[in-house]
Structures are given as C-alpha cells and as structure tokens.
C-alpha cells in the first residue's frame, strides 16, 4: 500500500508462504512539488486469510475496530524495499493461529477441509460476551482470550449447523432451543440445547465433566456420552460426523443421534 492523504493506494498483492515468507511488487506515486517527494509512501495491509487443501478461512474485524493490521511505513522510497521480519503479536493473529490450528485438526481426523469458507470475526462488537458460532459466522469479542480448545469448539458448532440445515433451519433451531445463553458443563437445559453444547465439548475434547448415564438435558453427560460411544463403537471421528451430515434436521438429541448412530454402524 501506499499511503497519501485520503485513500490510500493498492499497489499490489502477494500471499505468504509456509514460512511467512512473500514479495510484492507495485508501483505508486505521490502528489507533491518536489521530485523527490514523488515517490511513494508503502506500507503492509494485512489479511489474515488462509486457503489450502485442509483449510479455507478468513479472519476479520470491523472498521469500526480499525479494520485490517498494517505494518510500519516506509517513506519516499523506490526499487526494492525490505521490510524485514513483521511481528503482528495481536488478538487477530491469535485468532488466525487458533483456527490455523483447529481447521488443520479437522482436516487429520476427518480426512477432508471444513465443507465450506469458514468466517471469522474478531473483536466483534456485537457479541454476547463470549466466542459463538452462526451459521456463517464465528464471532470473538474483544478482549476475550482465545484457546485452542475453544477455536475447536466454536468450530464443531459451525459444522455442525451447516450439517443439520440452511440459515432458516439454523434460526428456529436458535428460538427452539434457546441457543443464546449462559451455560457450563453442568447446565440442565433441554436436549436440543445439550446435545448442540456437548457435541462441541466432545469434538474439543471437553468430556471429563459429564456423567455418561446421566439425564441428556446436561450438555456434559452428552459430550461424556457421544465420547464413550466412540470407543466402544471404534467409531471414527470421520465417521462420527458422517452420522450428522447424512442425517440433515433430523438430529436435535444425544438419542437422536444415537438412534441415527446404530442404524449406521450397528452399534450406541
């Protein structure tokens, strides 16, 4: 980029490789009486945005958060200019790194990417003071300290709604069940609401706060549960979210899907 007063320029665009490491080439000028005063002013734009055969996610912020991160300036220059090693030590990098990392796990236990372009909103300012996922959307406030475990999370929820329907589906499921609200491990709430909660505590790994033989309106029994299935059954990861995703609405319940589970593998 090149910065003048105003809009600044787009002078060109380049992807990094797996070692950060990229060049860009553009040209630019600037505006001003004096020759030397002619060239332009660059700087880095950055977007966190990632495409691979594992993995297709982009993470972003509203402008009213400043939108996209941007390096330090380089002034009047031309011919090649190194910019050295960036360091972007922020909340937008953590989140990049977390749903690097979470997209990445998907893809070696289930053995293909997430099945659509997954989108990321950090610092988002409508929010409900915690990370959650739409049906096209993972939101993060600001703020809001990211693990790794709960990037899985949030994107077993993601998948997991695309699986059981579209946006309309997604929607009366929210009102149904009452999505938007506050929770933990021990929560006795409704089964459509546990089963949503427990199965991305079980794809996280979350699976030590639950009974098993406990009442499935408890979304950590359903993640204990759903985690105790998977081993007596040597059911796969790859195969426990084929029970989900050729089962389109119709799994709303631990039973639900544990019913769906025995018809498929002959075994719950």
């Given at each position: 980029?090149?910065?003048?007063?105003?809009?600044?320029?787009?002078?060109?665009?380049?992807?990094?490789?797996?070692?950060?490491?990229?060049?860009?080439?553009?040209?630019?000028?600037?505006?001003?009486?004096?020759?030397?005063?002619?060239?332009?002013?660059?700087?880095?734009?950055?977007?966190?945005?990632?495409?691979?055969?594992?993995?297709?996610?982009?993470?972003?912020?509203?402008?009213?958060?400043?939108?996209?991160?941007?390096?330090?300036?380089?002034?009047?220059?031309?011919?090649?200019?190194?910019?050295?090693?960036?360091?972007?030590?922020?909340?937008?990098?953590?989140?990049?790194?977390?749903?690097?990392?979470?997209?990445?796990?998907?893809?070696?236990?289930?053995?293909?990417?997430?099945?659509?372009?997954?989108?990321?909103?950090?610092?988002?300012?409508?929010?409900?003071?915690?990370?959650?996922?739409?049906?096209?959307?993972i939101r993060i406030p600001k703020g809001k300290k990211l693990s790794s475990r709960t990037a899985k999370h949030e994107l077993a929820h993601a998948v997991r709604h695309r699986y059981d329907g579209g946006l309309a589906h997604f929607l009366k499921d929210v009102a149904q069940f009452v999505y938007t609200r506050n929770h933990n491990c021990k929560s006795n709430t409704n089964h459509g609401f546990a089963f949503n909660e427990g199965w991305a505590e079980y794809w996280a790994g979350d699976t030590a706060c639950g009974d098993a033989n406990g009442t499935k309106k408890v979304e950590g029994n359903v993640a204990t549960a759903l985690k105790e299935m998977q081993t007596r059954c040597r059911t796969s990861d790859r195969n426990m979210w084929e029970v989900l995703r050729r089962n389109k609405g119709k799994i709303?319940?631990?039973?639900?899907?544990?019913?769906?589970?025995?018809?498929?593998?002959?075994?719950?």
């Open positions: 980029m090149d910065e003048d007063v105003g809009r600044d320029d787009h002078m060109g665009s380049a992807t990094t490789d797996g070692n950060g490491y990229f060049t860009v080439s553009g040209t630019a000028s600037d505006v001003a009486f004096r020759k030397s005063k002619r060239r332009p002013d660059v700087y880095i734009r950055l977007d966190y945005r990632h495409s691979s055969a594992r993995a297709r996610f982009e993470v972003d912020r509203s402008v009213l958060r400043g939108g996209k991160e941007d390096s330090h300036k380089f002034s009047d220059k031309s011919g090649n200019v190194n910019f050295g090693t960036l360091h972007f030590n922020t909340e937008m990098c953590t989140v990049y790194q977390r749903f690097y990392d979470a997209t990445h796990d998907f893809y070696s236990r289930v053995g293909y990417r997430v099945p659509f372009d997954l989108k990321i909103t950090a610092q988002a300012i409508i929010n409900g003071g915690a990370p959650f996922a739409l049906h096209d959307e709303h319940s631990y039973s639900s899907y544990a019913s769906k589970h025995r018809q498929m593998h002959n075994c719950s």
